[in-house]
């Protein structure tokens, strides 16, 4: 058998008139071949084609994310660079600060029936937060970067119940430090001091408010209150005695902030920070490396270094659903660690996880032992940052939330005070964080401030016979100041638009590859398979030129 002409004589073929045609070299014209290779060919290029291009879109859209969140001296100008910069552009998301005081209302049955301070909690007074990154510096081939975050705010009468002239009263904070840093000498020194201060020597006659209790506007007692018995001490004998505390003003805040100064409308603060870029590595992205020129807060039991420590950026594509998030939370002075609670949230289309602080953060030593290097000694749901602030000061959620032994059904400190508004799940803190770029989507921060108030029989006013103060530490909640802010629909539809639909577009065009591979499998396993058993069995079909 040939091996031109398998199957077929040898030859050649037989014509109608009888001669022979003689067998010519094959040109290889099967046409079912042919036809097998082309479509081989075309599926490898659709498969090629198909792929290539959902994996350089999806490179475009990481570039793009990349390019708008990592920041550094190329950017300045850009719109990306323009919303990292500051959040005063009027399209940009508010950020809003509610400000919740626990006003006293029976001062004088305090001071002389022994009344307990009976509370109501008035507000909000709103103000908008404004913030705005100066003196910027990149360094380290632009991997760091660091900068004056300077911050003021704006009151929002509008979204108010109530006037910034309203007159607070609140337990003074002053006396209540007196009374647990003085001993009892020393106190007894101060009480004389103040009964030739607030007493008549003609009549006996004595008035202690200003001891018991602060009163300023709502303004004044955020951004700075004249305490009027911090201002009488400091301008006595026992002046150098204030001092040695690190007191030497008689303004004070509640809120604690020492850089808040006066601008006309607004108020202004500053914190030194350096961060990450993440130029060299995209997941430290935003991470914190020093802040207010400490590369590590050493008051503690146990140190901790800022550096590679979350706080307004988490990173780019670096965030897990299963891992805990460390934030540095200022107020508290310490980074928290949050956890998921929710994977599969959504705003308008974009996914979101949602983080909340991890049960044990807020544990007592006794529940949770780790905790005494945060010297959480007290009550579970209690942080004690009394070491930062220089004076007894407790963070807890608004209403005492998760306070469980606050909030017994024999003991609810709430009701104690005359509070009628309990705890609910809007008093608990969360952050909203977009996983792919690591951006913070919305957040939730409802925190609250107290101290201890206990009677004290050397300081006047404050004798446990006359005032209504309890004879034991009893927590005392000063006032609540909510922080929140989201993105917008038309931010979410701006991602949408960048992110999301390019990248379904580039799996799609992923999916279709596949399908298109799909396909090419199938063609060689069945018509190539078809091919090979005819040229094996019946021959070749040969074409012959005339």
Known sequence: MSAYTSGYPAGGFETTDGNMLAPEKKRCSNCCACMNWTCCICWIVLVGITWVFAALLVMWVWNGIEDCLIITKEDVGNDCYDAWQSNTDPDDPDWLWEMYYYNVTNMDGIMNNGETPLLNEVGPYVFQKFK????????????????????????????????????????????????????????????????????????????????????????????????????DLLAGPFASLVQSFGITSSVVTISGNATSIEMGETVLGWTNETFYTGKKDRELNGRLHIYQNQSEYTGWGESFSFDKMAQYQFGIDTLKDNEELPIYISEAYRPVNFEVIDNDLKFHDVSLYRYKIADYELDSVFNHPDNAKWYQDYYTGVANISHATGNPTFLSKRHFKDCTELLGSNNDINAYYGLTAGPSEADDPYIDIEPMTGFGWAAHKPLQFNTFIQCNDNLPGGTCSQSGLPAQPMMYPLYANVEHGSATKENADDFKKFIIDNFMFARLMGFLGLIFLIFFIIHVCTWGGLWWFRAENLGCIECYAN
């Open 132 to 231: 705005s990154k100066e003196k910027i510096r990149w360094f380290d081939n632009e991997e760091m970067v660091e900068l004056w975050d300077y911050t003021w705010y704006t009151y929002r009468p509008d979204l108010s119940s109530g006037a910034e002239s309203d007159m607070i009263y609140v337990v003074n904070p002053v006396s209540m430090a007196l009374m647990f840093a003085l001993d009892d000498a020393t106190a007894a020194q101060v009480n004389m001091l103040l009964q030739d201060m607030y007493c008549d020597p003609t009549t006996g006659a004595c008035d202690f408010s200003k001891v018991i209790f602060q009163a300023c506007t709502a303004r004044e007692q955020i951004f700075g209150c004249e305490n009027e018995l911090l201002a």
